[in-house]
């Protein structure tokens, strides 16, 4: 089984950057997609970012240029570095990675942008 810890969310004034990480544990032989997804009050869950086993990153038009997704395969953590925060970016951020067990999700981590 896999378990995934995430951790960096919290509250940032607008223009701002925060850190995202996500860190999987278990009985991993593959890591294969690692993305980023959040959800806004009110709203459906949408993908942010996610980057392949090749390193190919793909972001939602609304980050671009903004949010930066990376990965440590050492490590099995996958990260989001987000840089000019907006307030539309005020969601819960979740982590998702695709191993040999199949696909596992986070938590959650609450990020707040504040005016």
């Known amino acids: 089984q896999v378990q995934l810890v995430e951790s960096g969310g919290g509250l940032v004034q607008a223009g701002g950057s925060l850190r995202l990480s996500c860190a999987a544990s278990?009985?991993?032989?593959?890591?294969?997609?690692m993305g980023w997804y959040r959800q806004a009050p009110g709203k459906q869950r949408e993908p942010v970012a996610a980057?392949?086993?090749?390193?190919?990153?793909n972001y939602a038009h609304s980050v671009k240029g903004r949010f930066t997704i990376s990965r440590d395969n050492a490590k099995k953590t996958v990260y989001l570095q987000m840089n000019s925060l907006k307030l539309e970016d005020t969601a819960v951020y979740y982590c998702?990675?695709?191993?040999?067990?199949?696909?596992?999700w986070g938590q959650g981590t609450q990020v707040t942008v504040s005016s």
């Open positions: 998702t990675i695709t191993t040999n067990w199949g696909p596992s």
């Open positions: 278990g009985s991993i032989f593959s890591i294969n997609f």
């Open positions: 980057i392949t086993s090749g390193g190919t990153t």
